[in-house]
């Protein structure tokens, strides 16, 4: 009886050992007490949430004050797959005293209620969400926010995880018209809209009319985001109906190609392109089938469908037993081909058929080029890995002390060895992306300066690299930029840089002072985009 008691004493104090073993972190902190509370994975429970980050350079205690955010919250675990693993995902809203929607800034995150902390079981180099994320916003579009952190949830430490914005319609995240239940005429009806092939039920999604081209048996379901399924009326239930299915009536036409009368005059076809190459990127096995976002503005604001925002990358950017496309440890294979692999869900053949078009091939292949100078560079990807290993080098040790998992093979099921050290996933991601690029360079790079033909109907677009910077900044756009003129925080001119008329320029920056600036960018078609820039 006392030797069971003594196991007892020493299980207990190893279970309080493991639960208080963060004693600091140079991370954010996150503490949550559920008060008691089985936290669901459905129907959010109450609970109190304090945010600790004392800034750059200093600790973070779990005794501190939460000096970021200390209130109430609703949470729950999110995710399918994801929420089977032991270190669970979490969906989060930050409430006032009363219960409702508290719109907040978390970590310089712009302010807004819902939340996500993303697990990183299924990804022990803790950056492939945030980096596929990163990547489409430098492209110019919408991915969601992340901050690494460190969780402790009632007293019992959970490791590191990605604090994220939901994806959402908002003018600091997916911006958007917002499409309430009650427009239903006019130019209201026709947008804001969010839908996306994912796992479905007869309740919260639509039968597509079209199967994809030489899937003839294939049912393609589309979602409904936003307006969510019990918010969405029967009115704009068929009109967005209605407009994906004269979408593919289009595309797959024979006239297809035509620039006046064919995809182009549906499609954002700048945003299908950025899509195409940050999944192509990270072959993503989840890119086309899961997780596949698109969105519609209004038609006084486009009313196109674009591509995105994109989600779902930590099955990416390795070789895994899924199908041939997936498995190969060369570099080699498309992801945009997984129709071939018989995936459920059934994703669209919409890039399938864009492949079908020169024009789009062309444009594709220019901008993966321009791309590889600066946003999709060896020593971009790279240095972008080496900062966050560098910001996390004490907080994984406590992470793969609370989830020993190096040198196991969980989560997505992974075709190479199993490296045993946190440095030996880092050196084989690394690898894997060095790799991949040397295919997709084969592929895609374009080694000449043609002039391609534009589309006529595409979104312009420029985008701003690398963003902050402290010297030099370069610029590229999917049309001929005339001038750029940066101003700083008080609408002063600081820099005026006219008669570029090129897609792609570098400007020295030297000169300004570290703080926020705005870029207002001329392109020779008289249209003006703007953007801000950080100086460090």
């Known amino acids: 009886m006392q030797k069971l008691f003594s196991i007892g004493l020493i299980i207990f104090f190893i279970f309080k050992v493991q639960a208080q073993s963060l004693d600091s972190t140079n991370l954010p902190l996150i503490i949550i007490d559920t008060h008691g509370m089985i936290i669901p994975d459905d129907n959010k429970i109450t609970a109190s949430m304090r945010i600790i980050s004392n800034g750059l350079d200093k600790k973070n205690c779990p005794n501190d ?27 989060f809203e930050t409430r006032d005293s009363f219960g409702q929607n508290l719109n907040v800034s978390l970590l310089d995150m712009p302010k807004e209620n819902d939340w996500i902390l993303l697990a990183n079981y299924n990804d022990k180099s803790f950056v492939r969400n945030s980096l596929a994320f990163k990547i489409f916003r430098d492209m110019g579009h919408y991915a969601p926010r992340t901050k690494l952190c460190e969780v402790i949830v009632d007293d019992n430490y959970q490791g590191i995880y990605n604090l994220t914005e939901k994806i959402k319609i908002d003018n600091d995240r997916l911006n958007i018209d917002k499409l309430i239940s009650t427009q239903n005429a006019g130019d209201e009806l026709t947008g804001g809209y969010v839908f996306s092939i994912d796992y479905y039920d007869w309740s919260d999604s639509w039968l597509g009319s079209y199967a994809p081209l030489g899937y003839p048996n294939k049912q393609v379901y589309f979602v409904y985001n936003f307006p969510k399924p019990n918010e969405i009326s029967p009115t704009q239930k068929t009109y967005i109906q209605n407009f994906v299915t004269n979408l593919e009536k289009n595309l797959y036409g024979t006239e297809f190609k035509d620039q006046n009368i064919g995809y182009t005059t549906y499609f954002d076809v700048q945003s299908f392109i950025d899509y195409f190459i940050v999944n192509e990127l990270a072959r993503n096995v989840d890119g086309y089938k899961k997780s596949c976002f698109y969105n519609k503005s209004r038609n006084s604001k486009g009313g196109k469908i674009a591509a995105g925002p994109i989600w779902d990358f930590d099955w990416a950017w390795k070789n895994i037993w899924d199908c041939s496309i997936f498995a190969a440890t060369d570099g080699s294979g498309w992801a945009y081909k997984i129709l071939g692999c018989d995936p459920w869900p059934t994703p669209t053949g919409w890039i399938p058929r864009l492949m079908q078009d020169p024009a789009f091939v062309d444009a594709l292949k220019l901008r993966y080029t321009s791309l590889r100078k600066n946003i999709l560079s060896n020593a971009s990807l790279i240095n972008y890995i080496d900062s966050v290993n560098t910001l996390i080098a004490d907080a994984q040790v406590r992470h793969f002390q609370k989830w020993p998992i190096l040198g196991e093979n969980v989560g997505a099921p992974e075709v190479d060895p199993i490296p045993d050290t946190f440095e030996g996933e880092t050196s084989k991601f690394k690898n894997w992306i060095i790799t991949r690029l040397a295919w997709l360079d084969d592929q895609m790079l374009i080694t000449s300066d043609p002039i391609l033909p534009e589309f006529k109907n595409a979104k312009s677009s420029c985008t701003i690299f690398p963003n902050p910077t402290k010297d030099i900044l370069s610029f590229t756009s999917n049309k001929p930029i005339h001038s750029v003129v940066i101003y700083n925080f008080l609408g002063e001119k600081s820099i005026d840089k006219s008669e570029i008329d090129s897609k792609e320029f570098e400007m020295n920056i030297k000169s300004l002072k570290p703080g926020l600036y705005s870029a207002k960018i001329l392109l020779q078609s008289g249209e003006i985009l703007s953007d801000k820039i950080a100086i460090e």
């Not at 004050?65 to 669970?88: D, H, V």
């Open 65 to 91: 004050t939460g000096n970021i955010y200390s209130g109430e919250i609703g949470i729950e675990i999110r995710g399918r797959y994801s929420a089977s693993l032991p270190q669970k995902p979490y969906g």
